[in-house]
């Protein structure tokens, strides 16, 4: 584990060395903002920080017995090879999350990375052979759109895999843990959200802004984290709505991601211009109203404008499926109890927020949120040293934080008896 934990270091501090050329990678074949990428970097590379230094507490256990004659231990072992999916909004972190927990707990990993950003995921292999990681641990397999299913099929079916982990859509999540059922293999998975974005009438209002603001735009728009449907009390309502929007139109600056004043990158393809475009017409012919944005921006291809839409309601598509994109749809709610039912009425669970100042309704709130994540007067929650994860549909097992490398571990029971 010593080992472990010192080539885990040194990859870390690689990352940390050659962070420049890493965001530009990522800004080059994601779109991000320069300034985001630098950021997913540093957060990417804390995974390898903390893993190196969890990879020295994989603690067993001793059970007093029953019986006089025995002892009995627990001992954590590795669960063999991971096959490591991941997608292409966080080309970097979202890989070592899972390798940082994985080679902590000694396993080796077979990374296949989004098809759209495979870039990341050789940069980082390439650090990995400098840090001293031995050849054969830390494996890439990149290959096109048309194969991605096959390879798939292949990492989740082959009993020499011991365990999957994705991160991507529910959907292929569902594809995934069929075929991992027939080895039943030991599986993680982090799947679409839906999060809501509640604000209460006590709330600082200028707060929920800021957050909202962060929560919904950060990468355009294309994080499973990200807001997707905003609840605001009647009696703010109006309030919020208008100062949102004056925030949009004044902080938010599309363009290409190498531009220093760039906070709104290219979406990742057409599709998802077309879902984005899909979602507010569906709204708009609803009766929802575009307060601002709404549509394909100037510069062409797949950039597009923020958009924020009110009198939205739960029938709109935009409310009932994640669009990841850039639209934030504002419903207007008059109770805490009907906000807590429209949060819950999603088949997922992933990230939820709320922004209050009643310390009895935030305990009531935080307990009630089917979700796995709860930010309170917080927009941006994601941390190295939380547990990452989801309910419902949202996904298995918890990623980061103390808990993330038990999904790379067996407990194996050893029953000492004659003594």
């Not at 919904?216 to 294309?222: A, F, T």
């Not at 009647?234 to 004044?250: N, P, Q, R, S, T």
């Not at 211009?273 to 609803?286: C, P, W």
């Not at 709109?316 to 934030?328: K, N, R, V």
């Amino acid at each position: 584990s010593q080992e472990r934990s010192a080539r885990l270091r040194r990859w870390y501090e690689l990352m940390m060395e050659n962070k420049e050329e890493l965001a530009r990678i990522i800004t080059a074949e994601n779109g991000k903002p320069l300034k985001e990428a630098h950021g997913e970097i540093v957060y990417s590379a804390s995974f390898l920080e903390w893993f190196a230094e969890e990879a020295r507490r994989i603690y067993g256990d001793v059970i007093p017995a029953s019986a006089k004659d025995r002892r009995v231990l627990v001992l954590k072992q590795p669960v063999g090879v991971a096959a490591i999916i991941t997608p292409w909004n966080f080309p970097s972190a979202m890989i070592t999350r899972k390798v940082g927990a994985a080679l902590a707990a000694g396993c080796t990993v077979v990374v296949k990375p989004a098809e759209d950003t495979p870039l990341s995921a050789l940069a980082l292999g390439e650090l990995a052979n400098q840090a001293g990681i031995p050849a054969g641990v830390y494996n890439v397999v990149p290959c096109s759109r048309q194969q991605t299913a096959a390879v798939g099929e292949v990492l989740c079916t082959d009993p020499l895999v011991s365990k999957i982990s994705f991160t991507g859509s529910t959907a292929t999540g569902k594809i995934l843990l069929k075929h991992a059922a027939g080895t039943v293999k030991r599986v993680s998975m982090e799947l679409g959200g839906h999060a809501p974005f509640i604000v209460f009438d006590s709330a600082n209002v200028d707060r929920a802004v800021a957050g909202a603001l962060a929560s919904k735009y950060r990468n355009s728009g294309q994080t499973c984290v990200c807001t997707n449907r905003f609840l605001v009390q009647k009696g703010i309502h109006d309030e919020f709505v208008e100062k949102f929007a004056k925030a949009i139109e004044k902080e938010l600056h599309v363009g290409n991601g190498f531009d220093a004043k760039t906070t709104q990158g290219p979406l990742i393809n057409e599709k998802a211009v077309e879902k984005v475009e899909k979602h507010i017409k569906d709204a708009v012919s609803q009766g929802a109203s575009i307060v601002t944005g709404g549509k394909r921006h100037s510069l062409g291809k797949n950039f597009f404008e923020p958009t924020l839409l009110s009198n939205v309601t739960t029938k709109m598509l935009c409310t009932q499926e994640e669009t990841f994109g850039p639209l934030a749809p504002v419903i207007k709610f008059d109770t805490e109890a009907e906000a807590v039912a429209i949060a819950n009425a999603a088949n997922v669970g992933l990230a939820g927020y709320f922004y209050s100042q009643d310390p009895a309704q935030i305990w009531r709130v935080a307990e009630q949120l089917e979700v796995g994540m709860v930010g309170v007067n917080e927009g941006i929650i994601s941390s190295v040293e939380c547990p990452f994860g989801g309910v419902k549909e949202s996904g298995l097992g918890r990623e980061g934080s103390k808990y993330g490398i038990d999904e790379y571990l067996e407990i194996k029971y050893v029953c000492f008896g004659g003594l």
